[in-house]
């Protein structure tokens, strides 16, 4: 065999590339960036608002980290917002420790982890008015009694 017939026969010879995958990258969306606010998450064990809101009393005082849905936020600060899970009735309102962070307040329909203290809270009617003006909405659509959560940490996904 001449050397250029031995050239053709090992190039024939060589197995050829793998097929790739077509490139789906630059159509797949982007993964969602969690934003922190405040302390960093610790705990290890998380539950959702369902859960939260039907061991609410059993709850009471003690830090838990919880997930939901973001349905509405204070609209002059950020400076609370209300988590809620799939069941009618489970939400929470979220205020911040020492009022030292406040979440952007366009994060309704974002997804939140948070961490913190949950307390069973009686509110007074002064309370309720204001926050009936941070939510523009009528006192009567605030509850006497309400679910919270002050929490030291979050993560907030768009």
């Known amino acids: 065999m001449t050397s250029i017939t031995l050239a053709i026969f090992a190039i024939l010879a060589t197995p050829a590339p793998e097929a790739k995958p077509a490139d789906t990258a630059s159509k797949a969306q982007p993964a969602a960036k969690a934003a922190t606010f405040g ?3 610790t705990l290890k064990e998380r539950i959702n608002m369902d859960e939260l809101a039907a061991k609410a009393d059993t709850l009471n005082g003690k830090t838990i980290q919880v997930a939901g849905k973001i349905s509405s936020v204070c609209r002059k600060k950020g400076c609370w917002m209300i988590l809620a899970g799939e069941k009618p009735g489970s939400t929470a309102r979220i205020t911040f420790k020492d009022y030292g962070f406040f979440v952007p307040l366009d994060s309704a329909g974002s997804t939140a982890v948070v961490e913190g203290v949950v307390e069973v809270k009686t509110l ?6 204001h926050l009936a003006d941070d939510a523009g909405k009528s006192i009567d659509t605030i509850a006497k009694h309400e679910l919270r959560l002050m929490a030291n940490g979050c993560e907030l996904t768009r």
Do not use: I, P, V
């Open 124 to 129: 007074s009617e002064a309370d309720r008015k």
């Open 39 to 41: 302390a960093a998450l």
